[in-house]
């Protein structure tokens, strides 16, 4: 048998002679209790939900004499006796030919082309790399965006958190890092996204370039809170498996906090306690084992350069999905409203976003660059309302006077495009404005 059979070959033996079946005994609050199952069932394990098996469910919580499912859809149709059947670990087999492709989280082709599941299967919550096996974060990346070129910048194996309200950029500039940030597969998940947007990331945000090394798994807001949390898992073992062939993934999800509210209906369902502001105690273990299985692998493994995206209402950083995920990321940029309104997009504030690749990611010269930069932003943000309400007088202050001067020209470089299309030449347009 040749390799190109091996898919087929691997999809036939994955078709079991025959499954544990259990009963329905009763139904509400949007679960069904099962009999019969409870004694070869895991938490966690997937099932099929009646005769024709055309729906599926995930086990979330096992008692002595009941387990408790929550399908994928409505419950809609089912009644007491209701077959269900054990499908097995929930797991995802990721294949090469997936670049390019759009999915949903079970793996289901989204873009109406056939498609091949890979040979080997892995577990949706895999642990991440061993902590003390782990290389450290790698060389700064060349973004195609003059910020992060220069005074956020982005290395490889790095995790940062991208906070932004509704409506201010965040997907334009996601897809600016899918089309142009140095990776060699590109994994995109998009989270309880509505569905038109769908359509219009794909073709119009991404387009050709950016589509051509990327794998898209999405769970439109409509889908059950199985499947919007499972997006991120599937999307996070798919890229483990490029990175275990020692490539440079860059992985960005859209959005945990959406992510989060997935894992809220589930685990309330399940009888976990709310708190947190409404969510459960496991968000927290939950959010934290998703974004450690990403950075940097293993020796002779890749990297998968990770950015999460984090709705924030009202700019509030101290909710508890940004506060959890700024404690456990390698850098956070927040994206202002207030700059987006005046025009300028990307959004950054720069005086509230950070990257720990700093200082060793850049030289000592580029260093002094970003920290001049830094303090005529600051110096500017103290004295904007003075210079508008005609309170400041000139040489009052030197640095208020050089930032007077300067930000125009700073402002407009953070929206820039990289100039030359490299790190280099992003630091010498940044050298250019301090100079004006």
């Known amino acids: 048998m040749t390799d190109i059979f091996a898919?087929?070959?691997?999809?036939?033996?994955?078709?079991?002679?025959?499954?544990?079946?259990?009963?329905?005994?009763?139904?509400?609050?949007?679960?069904?209790?099962?009999?019969?199952?409870?004694?070869?069932?895991?938490?966690?394990?997937?099932?099929?939900?009646?005769?024709?098996?055309?729906?599926?469910?995930?086990?979330?919580?096992?008692?002595?004499?009941?387990l408790t499912i929550l399908p994928d859809d409505g419950m809609e149709g089912l009644s007491i006796g209701t077959e269900i059947a054990l499908a097995g670990a929930a797991e995802i087999a990721p294949d090469n030919s997936w670049i390019g492709r759009v999915l949903d989280p079970l793996g289901r082709p989204l873009d109406g082309r056939p498609i091949?599941?890979?040979?080997?299967?892995?577990?949706?919550?895999?642990?991440?790399?061993?902590?003390?096996?782990?290389?450290?974060?790698?060389?700064?990346?060349?973004?195609?965006?003059?910020?992060?070129?220069?005074?956020?910048?982005?290395?490889?194996?790095?995790?940062?958190?991208?906070?932004?309200?509704?409506?201010?950029?965040?997907?334009?500039?996601?897809?600016?890092?899918a089309r142009s940030l140095e990776a060699d597969v590109v994994v995109i998940a998009l989270i309880g996204e509505r569905g038109r947007e769908l359509r219009e990331f794909t073709e119009t945000i991404l387009g050709r370039t950016g589509m051509a090394r990327s794998i898209v798994v999405a769970a439109t807001s409509d889908r059950s809170p199985l499947l919007r949390r499972r997006c991120a898992f599937t999307a996070m073992a798919v890229a483990e498996h490029f990175r275990e062939q020692g490539l440079h993934v860059l992985l960005l999800a859209d959005s945990v906090t959406r992510f989060a509210e997935a894992h809220r209906e589930i685990a309330l369902s399940a009888g976990e306690p709310a708190s947190l502001r409404g969510y459960p105690p496991s968000l927290q273990h939950a959010i934290m084992a998703l974004a450690e299985r990403a950075g940097p692998g293993a020796e002779g493994q890749g990297d998968i350069t990770a950015i999460f995206s984090v709705l924030v209402a009202g700019s509030d950083m101290d909710e508890p999905v940004a506060d959890i995920l700024r404690g456990v990321l390698d850098g956070h940029v927040v994206l202002d409203r207030r700059i987006a309104e005046r025009g300028r997009y990307p959004a950054i504030d720069l005086l509230r976003s950070v990257s720990r690749s700093l200082p060793w990611a850049a030289s000592e010269a580029e260093n002094e660059l970003i920290a001049r930069t830094r303090r005529l932003i600051s110096a500017w943000d103290r004295a904007e309302m003075m210079v508008q309400a005609g309170l400041y007088q000139k040489g009052s202050d030197a640095l208020i006077d050089q930032a007077i001067r300067l930000f125009p020209a700073l402002d407009a470089f953070l929206a820039e495009d990289a100039p030359e299309g490299n790190v280099q030449g992003s630091f010498r347009r940044l050298q250019a404005c301090l100079q004006m």
Do not use: N, W
């Open 7 to 66: 898919p087929l070959a691997k999809e036939i033996t994955r078709i079991g002679v025959s499954r544990p079946i259990g009963r329905v005994v009763s139904m509400g609050g949007g679960t069904l209790a099962v009999r019969g199952l409870q004694h070869c069932a895991a938490l966690g394990d997937r099932v099929q939900i009646g005769a024709t098996y055309r729906s599926g469910g995930e086990v979330v919580s096992i008692g002595p004499d009941l």
């Open 116 to 177: 091949f599941s890979g040979i080997t299967s892995r577990a949706l919550r895999a642990a991440p790399p061993d902590p003390a096996h782990r290389r450290r974060l790698g060389e700064r990346l060349s973004t195609g965006k003059a910020a992060f070129d220069t005074v956020l910048p982005i290395v490889r194996g790095q995790r940062i958190g991208l906070f932004a309200g509704s409506g201010v950029g965040k997907s334009s500039l996601l897809g600016s890092f």
